[in-house]
């Protein structure tokens, strides 16, 4: 199973995809959990990538695809995979399209975790504010003003995303906002109709 979880910050995204590495025994591809370790590892593209990040600039869609397509080749990845804030732009989602396609591979499902933006934004603050009141430090992008800068740049970016999915019938928008639980029996409904499919 090879999915795709779309949504603004704060959608739960990072809930739901834990849960489903549990569920589905497929692993979780944050980006940039695996930059740092390509770096790490000294991997040919990781040492480009290394270049890039000490010159400060931002790594080039080539060099992300090209560790994804590295890390999709490990073990732990050929039942399936989950990529969370992946792809941001549509040039990223023509990118990896081409990548599964050179391999033979093509994604299962695009879940997007749908959000009204204002209730987010409270969300948020709630969140913030049970932190600081267990005396536990604030998560540093649980401020409201950074928040709303994230949430446009994704709104800015990643919203071009859902579209191109959606044209290749793969998106399946699931409602964000409701609780955990319910969030996570919509995501799994999705899962069993794609698997049946």
Do not use: C, W
Request: cysteine-free.
């Amino acid at each position: 199973m090879r999915l795709i979880l779309l949504g603004p910050p704060g959608a739960g995204k990072g809930t739901q995809a834990q849960r489903l590495v549990k569920t589905l025994n497929i692993p979780q591809l944050s980006t940039g959990d695996m930059l740092r370790a390509a770096v790490a590892a000294g991997t040919p593209i990781g040492l480009k990538a290394k270049a890039v990040m000490e010159s400060g600039a931002l790594v080039s869609d080539d060099i992300v695809v090209g560790i994804i397509n590295d890390r999709i080749d490990e073990p732990d990845a050929k039942r399936g995979f989950i990529l969370d804030g992946f792809p941001r732009t549509l040039a990223q989602a023509r990118a990896l399209e081409a990548m599964l396609a050179a391999k033979g591979l093509k994604l299962d499902a695009a879940i997007e975790l749908t959000v009204d933006a204002p209730k987010l934004v409270e969300r948020i603050v709630q969140r913030a504010a049970e932190a600081k009141a267990a005396g536990m430090p604030a998560r540093k992008d649980d401020d409201p003003e950074v928040f709303k800068s994230r949430l446009g740049a994704y709104e800015r970016d990643t919203a071009a995303v859902t579209p191109f999915y959606r044209e290749r019938g793969l998106l399946h928008e699931v409602d964000g906002m409701a609780p955990i639980g319910d969030v996570a029996k919509a995501i799994d409904a999705v899962v069993s109709e794609v698997a049946a499919a």
